[in-house]
């Protein structure tokens, strides 16, 4: 009897393989950099079927971003448990958030970093990502607000800036926490925490804080071409006499 066929692997299994591939490769050398034959090779196909399933380099990078996004987003959002206090639901959603880039730094620099310099339609994308999970945040700060606060009415925008300043300091310390030997996710974590909560912690109890009196600045004081001609000064002489 002749040998049996070889099994072939679902279409869907083998485009996950070829995603795999490709956010490897994206992440480590960039968009520019990335080859389409070693994806392939990587993935374990020829480059023409490669092709097949995902049409061109930019509809790979397409598909490896919109993948990797979702991935993300879904996992900030499962890693905070509802019923936990204010600052416990922070520090679940940031320890989610580290986990994964932690786990998946190639993924974390194809959408941090490549996506968003290669071009429009990329970081369209990647910030459509972000939206939502500063979205979600937002949503968890006015929630914590709600919960701790006896009169909870922060300012809508009060709110959604300290949501942007958040995701921003959690993306920038990602960055570093994958770029620094022996810094752990729990510590990239554990690092905001102290950083953002002092803050936050106080002012979900109605105690803001408030620029010290005389800590304004000075204004610049205003060019003399604005202030008009400049009287001659009087000779010393007859200022004297």
């Known amino acids: 009897m002749g040998a049996g066929k070889t099994k072939r692997m679902p279409r869907a299994v083998r485009e996950q393989q070829m995603l795999d591939a490709a956010v490897s490769v994206f992440g480590?050398?960039?968009?520019?950099?990335?080859?389409?034959?070693?994806?392939?090779?990587?993935?374990?196909?020829s480059k023409p079927l490669v092709y097949l399933y995902l049409n061109s380099k930019d509809d790979l990078f397409s598909a490896c971003i919109g993948r990797e996004a979702r991935a993300l987003t879904e996992a900030v959002r499962a890693g905070v448990r509802p019923g936990l206090s204010a600052d416990g639901q922070l520090w679940s959603g940031l320890r989610a958030f580290f986990d994964h880039t932690a786990r998946h730094p190639d993924a974390w620099r194809m959408l941090h970093l490549h996506a968003r310099t290669h071009g429009?339609?990329?970081a369209a994308e990647v910030a459509a990502m972000r939206e939502e999970i500063v979205?979600?945040?937002?949503?968890?700060?006015?929630?914590?607000?709600?919960?701790?606060?006896?009169?909870?009415?922060?300012?809508?925008?009060?709110?959604?800036?300290?949501?942007e300043a958040l995701v921003g300091a959690a993306e920038?310390?990602?960055?570093?926490?994958?770029?620094?030997?022996g810094v752990t996710a729990r510590q990239a974590a554990a690092t905001l925490m102290n950083f953002a909560w002092?803050?936050?912690?106080?002012?979900?109890?109605?105690?803001?804080?408030s620029p010290p009196e005389g800590a304004e600045p000075t204004p610049d004081a205003e060019p003399a071409s604005d202030a008009g001609p400049v009287p001659d000064a009087e000779p010393v002489a007859q200022a004297a006499g």
């Open 28 to 45: 480590r050398r960039g968009y520019m950099a990335a080859s389409m034959d070693e994806i392939a090779e990587l993935a374990g196909v």
């Open 120 to 122: 429009e339609r990329f």
């Open 135 to 163: 979205a979600f945040v937002t949503q968890l700060i006015a929630a914590a607000a709600r919960d701790a606060h006896r009169d909870p009415h922060l300012p809508e925008g009060e709110v959604a800036g300290l949501a």
């Open 172 to 181: 920038s310390l990602a960055d570093w926490a994958g770029a620094t030997e």
């Open 198 to 209: 002092a803050g936050l912690g106080d002012l979900m109890t109605g105690r803001p804080w």
